[in-house]
């Protein structure tokens, strides 16, 4: 394998993480606040088929990106609603949400375009363009510096930059202001946040919140960044990798960027070499293609390590009277 090659694999895997990193985050805020979250799938459907429905009409990206964003946050306040205000099963209102979100997008679709649940292909303004950061083409010969920033660095949508800034200033809203210290503790004992006369569902919602608006930013990217439209269940379970791979993170932000680049580049890998030849066997495209998933399935079963999550995840909190 020559350089080139590499190069191309870990382009190709930055661009396909960057939604799982979306994702990933998304699910931090929502989890550290105490709010278990397996909707993260549903938003970002939700949020991509918003995005890719208005970026069409109005032949803009970045209105397509607020839509993606609206739509997220609508199925993020209902999970709010349910789990927060009405102290319901978490668990079982993310699964309502992917469930509303899969229906409900293609119903949409195919009663406003009649494409099958589809919308009709984006292109031009309608679509995130590749931005070519400065002296690119300068650097562009120069061996190794010059392939690492002209193709690796250089040369992705402004969602893929909106992504990877989020990582640090995640980690110091949550260590380094008051706002991350609270959501943090209202995770591990909302009692003690509410004996200090801090809204422990107000900080659960702007979490919710937050959530909802990372996921629009990941579904916006699906539809109008690395596609050219919304297509039915577009998604792919790139959810509930990003759950994995929060876990595997144990919740904190920086891990959650090396997680969530193991599994993009699990893809390029399968996505590049559909079946691959060790030598001795060759292995088959339908096992490169499920790669991710497995990775899934083993972090989910507790192979990599022990991840303890929030304390007071999941567990709806009633304040003492």
Known sequence: MDFATVIQILDSAVRLMTPLLLACLAGLYSERAGVFDIGLEGKMLMAAFTSASVAYATGNAWLGLLAGIGGAVAMAGLHGLASISFRGNQLISGVAINFLASGLTVLLGQKIFGLGGRTPSLSGAARFGEITLPFADTLRPVPVIGPIYAELISGHTILVYVAFAMVPLTWWVLYRTRFGLRLRAVGENPASVDTAGVSVTRLRYGAVMICGVLCGIAGAYLATGISAGFVKEMTAGRGFIALAALIF??????????????????????????????????????????????????????????????????EPYVKER
Request: glycine share 10%; charged share 10%; proline share 9%.
């Open 249 to 314: 993170a144990k919740w904190r932000p920086w891990s959650a960027l090396f997680a969530t680049f193991l599994f993009g580049l699990m893809e390029a890998v399968a996505n590049r070499f559909p079946n691959l030849d060790l030598g001795i066997i060759t292995v088959p495209s339908m096992f490169m293609n499920a790669l991710p998933y497995i990775l899934t399935v083993i972090i989910l079963a507790g192979f990599v390590g022990r991840a303890i999550p929030p304390r007071a995840g999941g």
